[in-house]
Structures are given as structure tokens and as C-alpha cells.
Nanobody, 124 residues
Framework: QVQLIESGGGLVQAGGSLRLSCAASGRTFSSYGVGWFRQAPGKEREFVAGVNWSGGSTYYAVSVKGRFTVSRDNAKNTVYLQMNNVKPEDTAVYYC?????????????????WGQGTQVTVAS
């Protein structure tokens, strides 16, 4: 397993942008698939985006496609989620998760490691 720490959350106005980071420990992180999930109060955790081990393949939820971009820098052991044109419904705690298989899709039970989450609040 790897240790994951998210950062970059905060308060942003609707239509604005925010970049989340997921920093990982472990020399093998570059072989892991990584997913971003979010959970709003009173709602179930939902998949947002995923990236394969190399960064060459990505996968997005319909609700964020065209607005969010997931990428990674394996030299820095970091995965990013660039959030553009954010909406109030994007308000949630955002989590990154890593899978050694390396899976990067929407099924949360595939993932081996999870971060503690970072709060994103979008004001209307």
C-alpha cells in the first residue's frame, strides 16, 4: 500500500477553478492506478475521475467530463485534479485512491489505499 495525502481544497466561486493534489509515498506509486472520488453531505461516495499508471489513459464521470482534468507526475509521486468551471453541486470532500492492480475506474472497492480527503466548497 501507499500513503496518500490530498491538498488544494478550499472555497471557490462558481465558474472558478481549483487544482487538487494527491501526494503519495512509496517507490512503486508510478505503477498504481489512481482515482478521484467525492462525497457530499448525505450522499454516497461517487467516482469523479481516474488515471492509469502512466497518465496516458483517463476516465471521467459524465458530470465532470469537459470541466475536470486528471493528470499525474510520477517523478513527483503526485496526481492532480484540475477543476474548471466549478458548480455548487461540485461541493464535497474529495478523496484520491490508489490501486496496485492497477485499476482506475469507478468501483471504489477495487482501491487499496485512500487519502484523508480535502474539502471543496463552491459558492453560488
Amino acid at each position: 500500500q501507499v500513503q496518500l495525502i490530498e491538498s488544494g481544497g478550499g472555497l471557490v466561486q462558481a465558474g472558478g477553478s481549483l487544482r487538487l493534489s494527491c501526494a503519495a509515498s512509496g517507490r512503486t506509486f508510478s505503477s498504481y492506478g489512481v482515482g478521484w472520488f467525492r462525497q457530499a453531505p448525505g450522499k454516497e461516495r461517487e467516482f469523479v475521475a481516474g488515471v492509469n499508471w502512466s497518465g496516458g489513459s483517463t476516465y471521467y464521470a459524465v458530470s465532470v467530463k469537459g470541466r475536470f482534468t486528471v493528470s499525474r507526475d510520477n517523478a513527483k509521486n503526485t496526481v492532480y485534479l484540475q477543476m474548471n468551471n466549478v458548480k455548487p453541486e461540485d461541493t464535497a470532500v474529495y478523496y484520491c485512491a490508489a490501486d496496485r492492480e492497477p485499476y482506475y475506474g469507478p468501483r471504489h472497492y477495487h482501491y487499496d489505499s485512500w487519502g484523508q480527503g480535502t474539502q471543496v466548497t463552491v459558492a453560488s
